[in-house]
């Protein structure tokens, strides 16, 4: 008896072009069969997806007012990019049977990721704060993140226009729809919105929901570091003085 894999896989294979295109579970994006360039492309496309996970949780973990802010801003960008399919009503290269959407402008893969390279490049270079004598260590893991969101904005941009999924044009407005939404989010919540969350982590529901605004700590992993460092040999002295009665 063949295996639910099995069963999956064999339901969901077809050929588009005189293409085997084989899906990668659980998203189901697929790349042609025996294209190792495809498939590594194909999981480069579940970027959106690890970034998904890593906001909801950051946010559950942290509860940090920005970093919701940072994620409300890619949940309209999404939205925005799910009305505009249906506004426009595109059809994408290739008509596939495994895709819950069947419009393509704009690329709503594309949109994601420059939406969030943009807001956090300006994140990085404007709204965190840094001492006047960085270090080279800090300016160096500054280029490196930047460098890293540009590559991975490229690659699944990119991926979109080789495992056909997107027309060049939509990837390409996916990009300037994104990277528009991404500036215009960030300036928002820079400009009119930080100066609000000492407010509103007065309220009772921000209290009783743990949410905190580390805004106005220069480094946040410093401060949580020295802090707990601090509150450790605190704890460690009471319980050795404690011992010694």
Request: glycine share 4%; hydrophobic share 45%.
């Amino acid at each position: 008896m063949a295996s639910l894999d099995d069963e999956l896989t064999t339901h969901f294979l077809h050929t588009t072009d005189e293409l085997k295109w084989i899906p990668l579970s659980l998203t189901l994006v697929e790349y042609p069969q025996g294209d190792i360039f495809g498939k590594l492309l194909a999981l480069v496309s579940l970027t959106p997806f690890i970034i998904l996970t890593s906001f909801i949780t950051l946010i559950l973990f942290r509860r940090d007012l920005h970093t919701i802010l940072f994620f409300s801003g890619v949940i309209l960008n999404e939205i925005i990019n799910l009305i505009l399919k249906y506004i426009i009503r595109e059809p994408r290269p290739v008509k596939r049977d495994t895709i819950y959407n069947e419009y393509g402008m704009p690329s709503s893969h594309a949109q994601f990721m420059w939406f969030f390279t943009a807001y956090a490049i300006l994140f990085i270079y404007i709204r965190l704060h840094y001492n006047s004598n960085s270090t080279i260590s800090e300016k160096f893991w500054r280029i490196i993140i930047v460098t890293g969101c540009i590559i991975a904005a490229v690659l699944v941009s990119y991926g979109r226009i080789y495992l056909q999924y997107h027309s060049t044009s939509q990837v390409l407005w996916g990009l300037i729809v994104g990277a528009i939404l991404g500036v215009s989010w960030f300036l928002i919540t820079h400009i009119i919105l930080t100066p609000l969350l000492p407010i509103i982590v007065s309220w009772q529901i921000s209290e009783y929901l743990l949410l905190r605004d580390t805004s106005s700590i220069p480094d946040i992993l410093w401060f949580e570091y020295t802090n707990i460092r601090t509150e450790v040999r605190s704890r460690s002295r009471k319980f050795v003085s404690m011992k010694s009665q």
